[in-house]
Nanobody
Framework: QLQLVESGGGLVQPGGSLRLSCTASGFNLDNFAIAWFRQAPGKEREGILSNSGSNGLTFYSDSVKGRFTMSRDRANNTVYLQMNSLKPEDTGVYYC???????????????WGQGTQVTVSS
């Protein structure tokens, strides 16, 4: 099984920026589609950004478009979620997910990280 570990969460002020990391082990991440999800307390899990890998397809949710981007560091088997212009409603637990098949922003991905907490507050 592909192992995923998120890091980089924490407390940030509204309007600030934060970068999350998702490091994989067990397999070459180049062979997987990657997606980021978040879940606020009492809310459903929300897909916010995904990338198909070699084909270069990327989907954004309307809630993060223009503010969040994703990149891959293939040498270190890591993907990053860069979050800018953060809002209080961005608060939640953020997860990375991976699969050999691409599901866009749907939550059908097979492998999931443990999550990292992001809190946007002054």
């Amino acid at each position: 099984q592909l192992q995923l570990v998120e890091s980089g969460g924490g407390l940030v002020q509204p309007g600030g920026s934060l970068r999350l990391s998702c490091t994989a082990s067990g397999f070459n991440l180049d062979n997987f589609a990657i997606a980021w999800f978040r879940q606020a307390p009492g809310k459903e899990r929300e897909g916010i950004l995904s990338n198909s890998g070699s084909n270069g397809l990327t989907f954004y949710s309307d809630s993060v478009k223009g503010r969040f981007t994703m990149s891959r560091d293939r040498a270190n088997n890591t993907v990053y979620l860069q979050m800018n212009s953060l809002k209080p409603e961005d608060t939640g637990v953020y997860y990375c997910a991976a699969d050999s098949w691409y599901y866009g922003l749907n939550s059908a991905y097979e492998d999931w990280g443990q999550g990292t907490q992001v809190t946007v507050s002054s």
